[in-house]
């Protein structure tokens, strides 16, 4: 049977808000850190313009039945058509993005320096909690949790009594290093460097295929049926008003 624990009040002065505190304070700093280091450079006028395209592209597909039908087909020729519409891209001209980064060395330095922002004060801080805090339980977490929540609420803690509701200190730096994105975003806003999740799945490609998001958007917009809205609208505003007079 699980044992209930005491925990000291010294325990939450001098390890739990301590660690809490340090881990805010580092991602912030990390955040302004990485800004300084990220070389200024202008965004590539053809990146630019895909996007653009891909905006006007999914506003006609949301406002399709609001046109006339022969309107409709000639907006869907200028952005599918084969020959020179805007989201069709030849299979020559489709760009590998691991080739563009390593052929821009401004974008693989950026993409090194974001990297190094992330795992230098990672390592440092994950040294300075082993080192200092180890061994602590730190909280408890108020309500029951299963037996498969143990290895990760009670990393260092090595005994099988305590009740798994129970934080250890290196488990509670680990809570911090993934948790602390929504007060992030209220700190330092939605567009802020601290994302550690998502940087560490974008060091597993190196950007996207805009010929990608460009043929998926054609395709999207050849198979939309078009149903003009207009003649349904006097119908439309007569059921309405029917069922106001009800």
């Given at each position: 049977m699980a044992e209930d624990l005491v925990l000291d009040t010294a325990i939450r002065d001098w390890v739990l808000i301590p660690l809490s505190?340090?881990?805010?304070?580092?991602?912030?700093?990390?955040?302004?850190?990485?800004?300084?280091?990220?070389?200024?450079?202008?965004?590539d006028p053809k990146i630019v313009k895909e996007g653009q395209i891909i905006v006007r592209a999914r506003n006609l597909r949301a406002a399709a039945n609001f046109i006339p039908p022969?309107?409709?087909?000639?907006?869907?020729?200028?952005?599918?058509?084969?020959?020179?519409?805007?989201?069709?891209?030849?299979?020559?001209?489709?760009?590998?993005?691991?080739?563009?980064?390593?052929?821009?060395?401004?974008?693989?330095?950026?993409?090194?320096?974001?990297?190094?922002s992330m795992i230098i004060p990672q390592t440092l801080t994950f040294a300075w909690v082993n080192?200092?805090?180890?061994?602590?339980?730190?909280?408890?977490?108020?309500?029951?949790l299963t037996q498969r929540f143990r290895s990760m609420l009670q990393n260092g803690i090595d005994l099988s009594t305590v009740d798994v509701s129970y934080v250890s200190s290196r488990s509670w730096y680990f809570l911090n290093l993934f948790g602390l994105r929504g007060l992030f975003s209220l700190i330092l806003g939605e567009e802020n460097a601290t994302d550690d999740t998502q940087?560490?799945?974008?060091?597993?490609?190196?950007?996207?295929?805009?010929?990608?998001?460009?043929g998926a958007e054609k395709d999207g917009l050849d198979i939309v049926q078009h149903e003009w809205a207009l003649p349904k609208f006097e119908h439309r505003?007569?059921?309405?008003?029917?069922?106001?007079?009800?």
């Open positions: 505190v340090v881990m805010v304070l580092i991602g912030i700093l990390r955040y302004f850190v990485s800004k300084l280091m990220l070389s200024s450079q202008l965004p022969k309107s409709f087909r000639s907006r869907r020729v200028y952005f599918s058509n084969e020959e020179n519409g805007l989201l069709f891209v030849p299979k020559g001209q489709a760009q590998n993005p691991q080739a563009q980064m390593f052929s821009d060395p401004n974008m693989a330095m950026d993409m090194m320096k974001k990297n190094l080192f200092f805090f180890s061994g602590f339980v730190a909280a408890k977490i108020p309500f029951p940087r560490m799945m974008q060091m597993s490609g190196f950007g996207f295929d805009p010929s990608k998001n460009l505003a007569e059921a309405v008003l029917k069922k106001l007079i009800k």
